[in-house]
C-alpha cells in the first residue's frame, strides 16, 4: 500500500476510536443525568427525609444504649486508642463487639469495592470468610510487638509465598520502591502511595472473590500472579496521572501536552512518544511516561480480544470525566448543577467500574449497576471530609463551590442534604431496603460525622452544620442526635487507612533520618579513621601508615562502624568518645580483610572502592604487611576501650577473636571453591563466615559492651546472618546485573572467574527469591527484639534496593 494510504487510513481509523470513545462518554453522560435527575427530584419533595427518619429509628436500636455511669466508666478506663490496630481489634473481641464490627467493615468494603449485593447468600458466605481470616490474623498472639506493621514488605512477601507469586511481590515492591522516590515534592506522596497501595489491594480482592477453595493453586497463583501486576499497572494512573495533573507540579502547558499524550493513548490504544517536551520536568516526565506505558501495554495485553474495547472506552470515559471536572474554577460562578455532578458521577462510579473491565471479569448480575449508583455517595463523602483542603487549594467540588457561591446562587444544590437522598436512593432503591445495607450505610455516614467533629472541635463542627444541614432541621436534629450519642460506628478500613497514613510519614521521616545518619556518622568516622605519623618515626613503618591510611581512604560505606554507633550510641546510650576505638578497630579489621582479598593469590582483583588497589599501587608483600599492621591495629583500638567495664572488654576481645578466624576460615572456603560447583547450603555458609559475621560483630560487640540479655543478642545474631546473606546476594545481583563505573570495581568478575554465585545457581529470579527470603527472616528478627529498632529497617531495606 502506498505510504500516503497508510497514514490516511491511520487517520480514518484515529477518526472512528475518538467517535467511539465520545459516543461512551455521551451515554455515560445521558445515564447519569437520568441519576441526577432522579436524586433532585427525592430532593425537592424532601421524600427521602421520612425514610430516613425511619431508618434511623430502626438502626440506633443497635447503636444507642441506655445511659448508664458504670458502663461509660468501665469502658472509658479500658477501650484503647484506635490508632493500634491490632491492640483495639483485641479490646473489641474482649468485649464482644469484634464479630459485628468486622462484619460492619467487611460488609462494606464487599459493597464499596466489589459492587456486591448484602443480602446474597454467596456474599455473606464470602464476608464471613474474610472476617475469619481477619480475626485469625489480628488475634493470633496477645504480643501485637511481634506484629509487623500493615505496610510491611516481610508481610507482602510472607503472603506471597503462600500463594505461591514470589516473583509478582518482588517485581512490585521494587516498583513500589521507584515510586516513591520519584514522586514529585509537590504531591502528597503519603497519600498518593496509600491510593497506589489501595487500588493494588482493592484489584487482588476482585480476584480474591472469583475464586473458591475449589480452585486449583496453580490457577489462584496465575491469577494472583496477574492481579499484582495490573492493579499496580492501574493504580499507577492515580499518582502519575490523577494527582499530577491535579498538582503544581507541573505548569498549565506542560499540563496540557501531558493530558493530550494520555488522550490519544487511550483513542489510539497506543502510548505516543514524548516528543520535544516543552517544561523543565524532562527527567520526571521521562520516567513516568515509561512507567506509564508498560502499564499501558500490559493491561492492553492481559485483554480478552472482546474485553479490549470495552476497557479502552470506559478509561477514556473516566479520563475524561476528570478532564472536565479539573477544568473547572473556582472563580467561574455560572456553572450549572448538572455541571457540577455529572462529572462526578461518572468519573466516581467509573473508577470502579474499570476494576472489572481491567481483569476482563465475566459479566456479575447487577454489579455495574449498583457501582453506578453507589460511586456519588462515596465522592460525596470524601469531598465533604477533604474540604478544608480542597478550598486552601482552590479545588472545585460541590461543597467548595457551594460554601462559595451559596448566597449568590438559590439554585445551587446543597451537596450535603444531596448526600442524604443519595443514602436514601441506595437503601431503598438499589439495594431494595436490605436490613444490613441500612446498617452499613447508615454506621458509615454517622461515623464520617463523628470523625469530622472530632477532627474540627465542637464550635467548627456546629458552624458547619448550620451552613450544610439548617435546610432540612427535622432529618438534622435525628442525625446529630446519632452523632452524639451512636456507638459502635466505627469501621476497620478507616482504621487501616490512618495507620498506612502514619505508617508512610512515618517511614520517610526514619528514611530521612537513616540517611543522615549514615551521612554525618561517616564523615565522623572518616576522620577518625587516618592514623597519624608521630615524629620520628621509622622509614618503613611510615610506609606502612601511608599504605593504610591509602586504604582507608577509599570511598567505603562504612556501614559495620556506623552499625556499631547506632546501636552503641542510640540504642544503647553509650558516649560516643568512648566507643571510637570500637569503631575504628571494626573498620581496620574490615579493611585488611579487603586487602588480603584483592591479594593476586586470592581474587587478584584490581579495583576497589573505586580506586587501584593497594598491591596495584605498591607491591603484594607491601599489601600483605599493611593487612597485617592494621589487625594488630584494631586490637589495640579494642584493648583501649577503657570506660567499659574490663570484663565486657575481655569478653569483646575473645569474641572479636573467634570471629575473625571464623572470617579467616570463610575466606578459606570461598577460594577452596573456585571453579566448583556449590550447593546452596555451602553458599549461604561461605556467605555468612565472609559477610554475615561482620554484621553480626559490628552489632554484638556493642551488644557486648552494654551487657545485653541472651534473648535479644540471639535476635542480633538472627538478623545479621540473614542481612548478611542478603548482602551477598545483592553483590551477586550487582555483580551480573551491574556496571564497574557504578560498583566502584568491575563487574562479572565471578562468571570471568567461574565462580559459583547464588546468581549461577539458582539464576537472577531465584536469586531475587532467595534474597527476599531471608530479607524476610531478618525481618523477623527485628519484630522479635524488646523494641523497635528503625535504623535497622532502613538497613536492610537500603541492603536489598542499592545500586552498588
Same mark, same amino acid.
Given at each position: 500500500?502506498?505510504?500516503?494510504?497508510?497514514?490516511?487510513?491511520?487517520?480514518?481509523?484515529?477518526?472512528?476510536?475518538?467517535?467511539?470513545?465520545?459516543?461512551?462518554?455521551?451515554?455515560?453522560?445521558?445515564?447519569?443525568?437520568?441519576?441526577?435527575?432522579?436524586?433532585?427530584?427525592? $430532593?425537592?419533595?424532601?421524600?427521602?427525609?421520612?425514610?430516613?427518619?425511619?431508618?434511623?429509628?430502626?438502626?440506633?436500636?443497635?447503636?444507642?444504649?441506655?445511659?448508664?455511669?458504670?458502663?461509660?466508666?468501665?469502658?472509658?478506663?479500658?477501650? @484503647?486508642?484506635?490508632?493500634?490496630?491490632?491492640?483495639? $481489634?483485641?479490646?473489641?473481641?474482649?468485649?464482644?463487639?469484634?464479630?459485628?464490627?468486622?462484619?460492619?467493615?467487611?460488609?462494606?468494603?464487599?459493597?464499596?469495592?466489589?459492587?456486591?449485593?448484602?443480602?446474597? @447468600?454467596?456474599?455473606?458466605?464470602?464476608?464471613?470468610?474474610?472476617?475469619?481470616?481477619?480475626?485469625?490474623?489480628?488475634?493470633?498472639?496477645?504480643?501485637?510487638?511481634?506484629?509487623?506493621?500493615?505496610?510491611?514488605?516481610?508481610?507482602?512477601?510472607?503472603?506471597?509465598?503462600?500463594?505461591?507469586?514470589?516473583?509478582?511481590?518482588?517485581?512490585?515492591?521494587?516498583?513500589?520502591?521507584?515510586?516513591?522516590?520519584?514522586?514529585?515534592?509537590? $504531591?502528597?506522596?503519603?497519600?498518593?502511595?496509600?491510593?497506589?497501595?489501595?487500588?493494588?489491594?482493592?484489584?487482588?480482592?476482585?480476584?480474591?472473590?472469583?475464586?473458591? #477453595?475449589?480452585? @486449583?493453586?496453580?490457577?489462584?497463583?496465575?491469577?494472583?500472579?496477574?492481579?499484582?501486576?495490573?492493579?499496580?499497572?492501574?493504580?499507577?494512573?492515580?499518582?502519575?496521572?490523577?494527582?499530577?495533573?491535579?498538582?503544581?507540579?507541573?505548569?498549565?502547558?506542560?499540563?496540557?501536552?501531558?493530558?493530550?499524550?494520555?488522550?490519544?493513548?487511550?483513542?489510539?490504544?497506543?502510548?505516543?512518544?514524548?516528543?520535544?517536551?516543552?517544561?523543565?520536568?524532562?527527567?520526571?516526565?521521562?520516567?513516568?511516561?515509561?512507567?506509564?506505558?508498560?502499564?499501558?501495554?500490559?493491561?492492553?495485553?492481559?485483554?480478552?480480544?472482546?474485553?479490549?474495547?470495552?476497557?479502552?472506552?470506559?478509561?477514556?470515559?473516566?479520563?475524561?470525566?476528570?478532564?472536565?471536572?479539573?477544568?473547572?474554577?473556582?472563580?467561574?460562578?455560572?456553572?450549572?448543577?448538572?455541571?457540577?455532578?455529572?462529572?462526578?458521577?461518572?468519573?466516581?462510579?467509573?473508577?470502579?467500574?474499570?476494576?472489572?473491565?481491567?481483569?476482563?471479569?465475566?459479566?456479575?448480575?447487577?454489579?455495574?449497576?449498583?457501582?453506578?449508583?453507589?460511586?456519588?455517595?462515596?465522592?460525596?463523602?470524601?469531598?465533604?471530609?477533604?474540604?478544608?483542603?480542597? /478550598?486552601?487549594?482552590?479545588?472545585?467540588?460541590?461543597?467548595?463551590?457551594?460554601?462559595?457561591?451559596?448566597?449568590?446562587?438559590?439554585?445551587?444544590?446543597?451537596?450535603?442534604?444531596?448526600?442524604?437522598?443519595?443514602?436514601?436512593?441506595?437503601?431503598?432503591?438499589?439495594?431494595?431496603?436490605?436490613?444490613?445495607?441500612?446498617?452499613?450505610?447508615?454506621?458509615?455516614?454517622?461515623?464520617?460525622?463523628?470523625?469530622?467533629?472530632?477532627?474540627?472541635?465542637?464550635?467548627?463542627?456546629?458552624?458547619?452544620?448550620?451552613?450544610?444541614?439548617?435546610?432540612?432541621?427535622?432529618?438534622?436534629?435525628? +442525625?446529630?442526635? /446519632?452523632?452524639?450519642?451512636?456507638?459502635?460506628?466505627?469501621?476497620?478500613?478507616?482504621?487501616?487507612?490512618?495507620?498506612?497514613?502514619?505508617?508512610?510519614?512515618?517511614?520517610?521521616?526514619?528514611?530521612?533520618?537513616?540517611?543522615?545518619?549514615?551521612?554525618?556518622?561517616?564523615?565522623?568516622?572518616?576522620?577518625? $579513621?587516618?592514623?597519624?605519623?608521630?615524629?620520628?618515626?621509622?622509614?618503613?613503618?611510615?610506609?606502612?601508615?601511608?599504605?593504610?591510611?591509602?586504604?582507608?581512604?577509599?570511598?567505603?560505606?562504612?556501614?559495620?562502624?556506623?552499625?556499631?554507633?547506632?546501636?552503641?550510641?542510640?540504642?544503647?546510650?553509650?558516649?560516643?568518645?568512648?566507643?571510637?576505638?570500637?569503631?575504628?578497630?571494626?573498620?581496620?579489621?574490615?579493611?585488611?580483610?579487603?586487602?588480603?582479598?584483592?591479594?593476586?593469590?586470592?581474587?587478584?582483583?584490581?579495583?576497589?572502592?573505586?580506586?587501584?588497589?593497594?598491591?596495584?599501587?605498591?607491591?603484594?608483600?607491601?599489601?600483605?604487611?599493611?593487612?597485617?599492621?592494621?589487625?594488630?591495629?584494631?586490637?589495640?583500638?579494642?584493648?583501649?576501650?577503657?570506660?567499659?567495664?574490663?570484663?565486657? +572488654?575481655?569478653?569483646?576481645?575473645?569474641?572479636?577473636?573467634?570471629?575473625?578466624?571464623?572470617?579467616?576460615?570463610?575466606?578459606?572456603?570461598?577460594?577452596?571453591?573456585?571453579?566448583?560447583?556449590?550447593?546452596?547450603?555451602?553458599?549461604?555458609?561461605?556467605?555468612?563466615?565472609?559477610?554475615?559475621?561482620?554484621?553480626?560483630?559490628?552489632?554484638?560487640?556493642?551488644?557486648?559492651?552494654?551487657?545485653?540479655? #541472651?534473648?535479644? /543478642?540471639?535476635?542480633?545474631?538472627?538478623?545479621?546472618?540473614?542481612?548478611?546473606?542478603?548482602?551477598?546476594?545483592?553483590?551477586?545481583?550487582?555483580?551480573?546485573?551491574?556496571?564497574?563505573?557504578?560498583?566502584?570495581? @568491575?563487574?562479572?568478575?565471578?562468571?570471568?572467574?567461574?565462580?559459583?554465585?547464588?546468581?549461577?545457581?539458582?539464576?537472577?529470579?531465584?536469586?531475587?527469591?532467595?534474597?527476599?527470603?531471608?530479607?524476610?527472616?531478618?525481618?523477623?528478627?527485628?519484630?522479635?527484639?524488646?523494641?523497635?529498632?528503625?535504623?535497622?529497617?532502613?538497613?536492610?531495606?537500603?541492603?536489598?534496593?542499592?545500586?552498588?
Amino acid at each position: 500500500m502506498h505510504p500516503m494510504n497508510n497514514e490516511l487510513a491511520a487517520v480514518q481509523l484515529s477518526f472512528r476510536h475518538e467517535d467511539r470513545a465520545n459516543q461512551a462518554y455521551v451515554q455515560a453522560e445521558q445515564k447519569a443525568a437520568g441519576y441526577f435527575a432522579s436524586l433532585q427530584e427525592q $430532593l425537592a419533595a424532601g421524600s427521602h427525609v421520612p425514610l430516613l427518619a425511619q431508618d434511623f429509628q430502626i438502626w440506633q436500636k443497635h447503636h444507642v444504649q441506655p445511659f448508664s455511669w458504670l458502663s461509660l466508666l468501665v469502658r472509658n478506663q479500658r477501650k @484503647p486508642d484506635s490508632k493500634d490496630v491490632h491492640r483495639y $481489634l483485641q479490646w473489641l473481641d474482649a468485649a464482644g463487639k469484634l464479630d459485628s464490627y468486622l462484619d460492619r467493615s467487611i460488609s462494606y468494603i464487599f459493597m464499596r469495592d466489589l459492587g456486591k449485593a448484602l443480602h446474597s @447468600p454467596d456474599t455473606r458466605q464470602r464476608i464471613d470468610r474474610v472476617i475469619q481470616d481477619t480475626k485469625k490474623y489480628f488475634l493470633s498472639t496477645n504480643d501485637t510487638r511481634r506484629k509487623p506493621g500493615l505496610v510491611s514488605p516481610a508481610l507482602f512477601y510472607r503472603w506471597g509465598k503462600k500463594e505461591k507469586v514470589e516473583p509478582a511481590v518482588i517485581w512490585v515492591m521494587n516498583k513500589l520502591k521507584r515510586v516513591a522516590a520519584n514522586l514529585p515534592k509537590e $504531591l502528597d506522596a503519603e497519600q498518593a502511595q496509600r491510593k497506589l497501595l489501595k487500588i493494588i489491594l482493592g484489584v487482588i480482592l476482585h480476584v480474591d472473590d472469583e475464586m473458591n #477453595e475449589m480452585t @486449583p493453586a496453580d490457577e489462584r497463583a496465575k491469577r494472583f500472579d496477574a492481579a499484582i501486576r495490573l492493579g499496580y499497572s492501574y493504580g499507577l494512573t492515580y499518582p502519575f496521572i490523577d494527582d499530577l495533573l491535579d498538582s503544581q507540579a507541573l505548569n498549565a502547558q506542560e499540563k496540557r501536552q501531558y493530558s493530550e499524550l494520555i488522550r490519544e493513548a487511550l483513542l489510539t490504544g497506543q502510548v505516543p512518544e514524548i516528543g520535544q517536551w516543552k517544561g523543565t520536568n524532562v527527567s520526571m516526565i521521562r520516567y513516568v511516561h515509561a512507567e506509564l506505558r508498560e502499564a499501558f501495554e500490559y493491561i492492553s495485553h492481559y485483554q480478552k480480544n472482546e474485553m479490549q474495547q470495552t476497557f479502552f472506552d470506559q478509561a477514556y470515559v473516566f479520563f475524561q470525566s476528570q478532564e472536565t471536572d479539573r477544568a473547572k474554577t473556582l472563580s467561574n460562578a455560572h456553572y450549572t448543577n448538572e455541571e457540577l455532578y455529572i462529572p462526578i458521577i461518572i468519573k466516581s462510579s467509573s473508577s470502579r467500574l474499570i476494576v472489572r473491565s481491567v481483569l476482563s471479569s465475566p459479566l456479575d448480575e447487577g454489579f455495574d449497576l449498583r457501582t453506578f449508583y453507589y460511586g456519588i455517595y462515596n465522592q460525596l463523602a470524601d469531598d465533604f471530609a477533604d474540604m478544608n483542603e480542597d /478550598m486552601q487549594a482552590g479545588a472545585v467540588t460541590p461543597y467548595t463551590y457551594y460554601l462559595k457561591y451559596r448566597d449568590l446562587r438559590p439554585d445551587l444544590i446543597n451537596p450535603y442534604e444531596l448526600y442524604w437522598a443519595v443514602i436514601a436512593y441506595l437503601i431503598h432503591e438499589v439495594y431494595q431496603s436490605d436490613p444490613k445495607t441500612r446498617e452499613v450505610i447508615l454506621a458509615r455516614a454517622v461515623n464520617g460525622l463523628k470523625r469530622c467533629k472530632e477532627r474540627l472541635g465542637q464550635e467548627e463542627y456546629d458552624k458547619l452544620m448550620h451552613t450544610f444541614a439548617s435546610g432540612q432541621p427535622e432529618l438534622n436534629r435525628l +442525625v446529630q442526635n /446519632m452523632v452524639r450519642k451512636a456507638n459502635d460506628v466505627d469501621f476497620l478500613d478507616k482504621l487501616l487507612r490512618d495507620e498506612v497514613v502514619a505508617h508512610l510519614r512515618a517511614d520517610k521521616q526514619e528514611k530521612e533520618e537513616f540517611q543522615q545518619t549514615i551521612r554525618e556518622v561517616r564523615e565522623q568516622i572518616n576522620v577518625e $579513621l587516618q592514623i597519624t605519623k608521630p615524629a620520628g618515626t621509622p622509614e618503613m613503618k611510615a610506609t606502612l601508615i601511608d599504605a593504610a591510611n591509602y586504604s582507608l581512604q577509599g570511598d567505603g560505606k562504612r556501614l559495620r562502624p556506623i552499625l556499631t554507633w547506632v546501636m552503641g550510641v542510640r540504642e544503647y546510650g553509650m558516649n560516643p568518645s568512648a566507643i571510637v576505638p570500637l569503631l575504628r578497630s571494626l573498620e581496620y579489621m574490615h579493611t585488611a580483610s579487603l586487602i588480603f582479598d584483592d591479594l593476586p593469590s586470592q581474587d587478584n582483583a584490581d579495583v576497589r572502592r573505586g580506586r587501584s588497589t593497594l598491591h596495584q599501587v605498591h607491591n603484594s608483600a607491601t599489601a600483605e604487611l599493611t593487612g597485617l599492621y592494621l589487625i594488630q591495629r584494631a586490637i589495640g583500638e579494642q584493648s583501649s576501650l577503657e570506660r567499659f567495664d574490663p570484663e565486657a +572488654v575481655l569478653s569483646l576481645i575473645r569474641y572479636s577473636a573467634e570471629k575473625a578466624e571464623d572470617m579467616c576460615m570463610g575466606q578459606a572456603m570461598d577460594l577452596n571453591s573456585r571453579g566448583k560447583m556449590l550447593t546452596l547450603e555451602e553458599l549461604n555458609m561461605i556467605s555468612f563466615y565472609k559477610t554475615g559475621l561482620a554484621f553480626e560483630a559490628a552489632l554484638v560487640m556493642p551488644a557486648i559492651l552494654a551487657k545485653v540479655d #541472651e534473648r535479644e /543478642m540471639a535476635c542480633l545474631k538472627k538478623f545479621a546472618y540473614h542481612a548478611g546473606i542478603a548482602f551477598q546476594i545483592k553483590d551477586d545481583l550487582l555483580d551480573h546485573e551491574g556496571e564497574s563505573s557504578v560498583l566502584g570495581k @568491575p563487574s562479572g568478575q565471578d562468571a570471568k572467574n567461574n565462580n559459583s554465585t547464588f546468581v549461577s545457581i539458582l539464576g537472577s529470579d531465584g536469586a531475587q527469591k532467595q534474597m527476599w527470603e531471608h530479607f524476610y527472616s531478618a525481618s523477623e528478627a527485628l519484630d522479635e527484639m524488646s523494641k523497635p529498632v528503625p535504623f535497622l529497617k532502613h538497613l536492610l531495606d537500603y541492603i536489598v534496593g542499592r545500586e552498588r
